[in-house]
Nanobody
Framework: EVQLVESGGGLVQPGGSLRLSCLVSGFTFSLFGMSWVRQAPGKGLEWVSYVDRSGGSTYADSVKGRFTIARDNARKRMYLQMNNLKPEDTAVYYC?????WGQGTQVAVSG
């Protein structure tokens, strides 16, 4: 069974940083690319970033230059380093593999 567990969210002031982590299990992580997806209050799902099997990455225009996705196959973790956070980054962040989703981690940018 695929399991995805996010962590690392929190409350941060504009301009601050957070590092999200997604711990995976139930499949061979090194064989799959994965995404971060977010959902802001009252809005739909928004794709944020994707990392392929080799570590190559793509980003939504809204986060390009501020967020960095990475993976550690040995630790079975995917990361999202978020710098220069803005109030519009406030959302629940999910890691995603196909039809599998984690429970999400809340990021709030305010202050």
């Amino acid at each position: 069974e695929v399991q995805l567990v996010e962590s690392g969210g929190g409350l941060v002031q504009p301009g601050g940083s957070l590092r999200l982590s997604c711990l995976v299990s139930g499949f061979t992580f090194s064989l799959f690319g994965m995404s971060w997806v977010r959902q802001a209050p009252g809005k739909g799902l928004e794709w944020v970033s994707y990392v392929d099997r080799s570590g190559g990455s793509t980003y939504a225009d809204s986060v390009k230059g501020r967020f960095t996705i990475a993976r550690d196959n040995a630790r079975k973790r995917m990361y999202l380093q978020m710098n220069n956070l803005k109030p519009e980054d406030t959302a629940v962040y999910y890691c995603n593999l196909g039809n599998s989703w984690g429970q999400g981690t809340q990021v709030a940018v305010s202050g």
